[in-house]
């Protein structure tokens, strides 16, 4: 083959060489600035998140521990509803005597059946209940329909085939301060809850009766 059928190969520029070298070496970088970009928008966005986690977590502990808290006058209030109402109905289907002690100084109650012909003494065999009013429920006084009031001394309700010997208000306070009111009505012999200071409810006189 003559040298003039040779294919000839065009000689590159000098320069080509390093225009070449230059395009790898910002093919390299280009990626590497990309992660490191990448990488510092993921911390900054891992941060806000956290943040908004941690304002989640702190929104819901505050309302779980006032929800807790409601529950528990709720539920202090409520179980010395019940033994209230315990002690009435079952003294109305026996011959049985019920009482429910609310010792004020002691923050507690028991209700127990009363078995000895004295009234003072609380035998262990005659408690049915016995429980703390505790830190989110507080007793404030207690004033009965005879006109009777005590805020520092045990309030006694007791229960007979024939009702209440007493009826009156007791006074509870939650973990605000707010008063409310347990109301034992023994006209009915019913005993409710409402919100505040409740009026007492007294016995009507013989005049006022129609019949």
Do not use: H
Not at 7 to 23: D, F, M, N, W
Not at 99 to 111: H, R
Not at 169 to 190: A, F, H, M, T, Y
């Amino acid at each position: 083959m003559t040298d003039d059928r040779r294919q000839r190969i065009p000689l590159r520029p000098k320069g080509y060489v390093r225009q070449a070298e230059g395009r790898k070496r910002l093919a390299v970088l280009r990626p590497q600035s990309s992660v490191f970009r990448l990488r510092a928008f993921t911390l900054a966005e891992s941060m806000v998140v956290v943040v908004i986690i941690s304002l989640l977590i702190l929104i819901a502990a505050t309302n779980l521990k006032g929800v807790i808290t409601k529950n528990s006058f709720k539920a202090k209030s409520q179980g010395l509803v019940a033994a209230l109402e315990a002690a009435s109905t079952s003294a109305s289907q026996s011959d049985k005597r019920y009482e429910v002690i609310i010792d004020i100084p002691q923050q507690s109650y028991l209700l127990r059946e009363i078995s000895s012909s004295n009234l003072a003494d609380v035998l262990d065999e005659e408690i049915i209940a016995e429980e703390d009013f505790g830190t989110n429920c507080t007793v404030s006084y207690v004033m009965f329909d005879d006109g009777q009031f005590t805020n520092e001394d045990k309030a006694k309700f007791r229960a007979s085939r024939a009702g209440w010997q007493f009826g009156g208000i007791i006074v509870l306070l939650d973990s605000e301060g707010q008063p409310w009111s347990i109301i034992v009505d023994r006209l009915s012999n019913i005993v409710r809850v409402q919100p505040g200071e409740a009026q007492i409810v007294w016995p009507r006189s013989k005049d006022e009766l129609p019949f």
